[in-house]
């Protein structure tokens, strides 16, 4: 392998990885603090809250995708104007989108709420914590574009510093707002929607010092916008097929008893730990796949392809046999609970072959984003949504759980054999 390749996605991809590794830690933070606050109700409404927004913002995710392969291909084509349209165009439609969400906040949360199904003393404290953050979603929604911006731009190093002050900020504000004034959620809630604005600002700021601003008059705007419109409606639908996995997923387990609701929540945190690794690498799949699309440099598109592949491939192998050598005793210290850990065991080894079976997925999905065939990314996850539920009404009747894990590792492989199938034809 090219040395220079491997020196390049190794750079894209590490602040990648750090990013997603301590993001998480924010909302273990919250939860500690609520955790002091003296109920129970307190640390269910920042969960509650917080799943509120991911359900909110996991729609959105199209400003960051849909911004980082544009920008690499006009980077590679060596068109800085076009970049900074792009970055414009974002901008504004989080603007937009973000003022939408604060206007209809409050048929939002209640439909939130109401798909949610919680009790009316952790209901109160959640809807005083959304009302709040619902405040920073332009701010959220305009850091999305800015990290799919700074992705595009061969940038990956400034969301991540970006993620870090914003993760720092919010932990201390919290704890400051909540121990030393008493202001309970809404303490942990103004933390938060701070940490957001102000991590905005701060990236604003270092992207202009960075590249520079461009005023972008309205005729520029809305030229080719037809196209940003088309690649974020594929990239939004798709996200829906995702939501909808994941949703059935959750449910399926609740359905079955808090017991096996705790054991799938248990078993997916080894995806959720292989998907920061694998999401990283992607990352360096978008800039660099777009940046050589855009030079019209077929042979490094081709190289860049099958580094990203490799090393997917060699990741999906050392985390496979780093679970069957420790991933039950990992489990063991993420839960005390006996008898969801012995439950657990039962249904490791579909956790366990999920790194080979889904690395080829991510990959593709990295690559596709930067050469934007947007449309084949929403066809593959169509056919494997279509797959999943198949098999879904199919196993599970009379394998329970089994059956689930069954439909959920059968919807992986189906979507990356079908970017594999149409990698080979766009590649």
Request: net charge positive; charged share 10%.
């Amino acid at each position: 392998m090219d040395k220079r390749l491997l020196r390049n996605i190794t750079a894209l991809s590490l602040p990648a990885i750090i990013t997603n590794i301590t993001t998480p830690l924010l909302a273990l933070t919250d939860t500690a603090i609520a955790g002091h606050m003296g109920g129970a109700v307190f640390i269910a409404a920042i969960a509650v809250g917080g799943t509120m927004f991911n359900m909110l913002y996991w729609l959105c995710g199209f400003l960051r995708m849909g911004s980082s392969g544009l920008t690499a291909q006009a980077l590679g084509a060596g068109d800085m104007r076009g970049t900074h349209i792009i970055l414009t165009r974002a901008l504004a439609l989080a603007a937009l989108t973000g003022l939408l969400m604060i206007a209809l906040r409050h048929p939002i949360a209640e439909g939130l709420l109401t798909i949610i199904d919680t009790d009316s003393a952790t209901h109160g404290q959640a809807i005083q914590y959304f009302m709040i953050c619902i405040w920073g979603a332009p701010a959220t929604l305009g850091m999305f574009a800015l990290t799919g911006w700074c992705i595009g731009m061969q940038n990956s190093r400034l969301p991540m510093w970006t993620s870090l002050l914003i993760d720092v900020l919010n932990i201390a504000l919290s704890l400051t707002l909540v121990l030393a004034l008493r202001l309970k959620i809404e303490g942990i809630a103004i933390g938060t929607l701070t940490a957001q604005w102000a991590g905005f600002i701060v990236c604003l700021t270092l992207s202009i010092r960075c590249y520079g601003w461009q005023w972008i008059c309205l005729k520029e705007l809305i030229k080719g916008i037809g196209r940003f419109f088309r690649i974020n409606t594929d990239i939004f639908l798709r996200t829906l097929c995702l939501v909808a996995v994941t949703m059935w997923f959750t449910r399926t387990g609740a359905i079955q008893g808090a017991l096996m609701l705790a054991v799938n929540a248990l078993l997916m945190q080894l995806f959720t730990l292989f998907s920061f690794f694998m999401d990283g690498l992607a990352f360096a799949g978008e800039a660099l796949c777009g940046r050589y699309l855009g030079a019209g440099d077929t042979d490094r598109l081709r190289k860049s392809t099958h580094a990203i592949l490799s090393i997917g491939g060699v990741l999906a192998i050392i985390f496979t046999l780093l679970y069957i050598a420790g991933g039950q005793q990992l489990i063991a210290w993420l839960c005390d609970d006996h008898e969801v850990v012995v439950a657990a065991g039962e249904y490791f080894a579909w956790a366990v072959s999920i790194p080979l079976v889904a690395f080829t997925a991510f990959m593709w999905d990295g690559i596709f984003i930067g050469i934007t065939r947007t449309r084949a990314m929403l066809a593959s996850m169509a056919s494997a949504t279509a797959v999943y539920f198949a098999c879904y009404f199919i196993a599970f009747p009379s394998m329970g759980n089994h059956g689930l894990w069954i439909a959920f590792l059968a919807y992986l492989f189906t979507r990356g054999v079908v970017l594999t199938m149409l990698g080979r034809k766009y590649l």
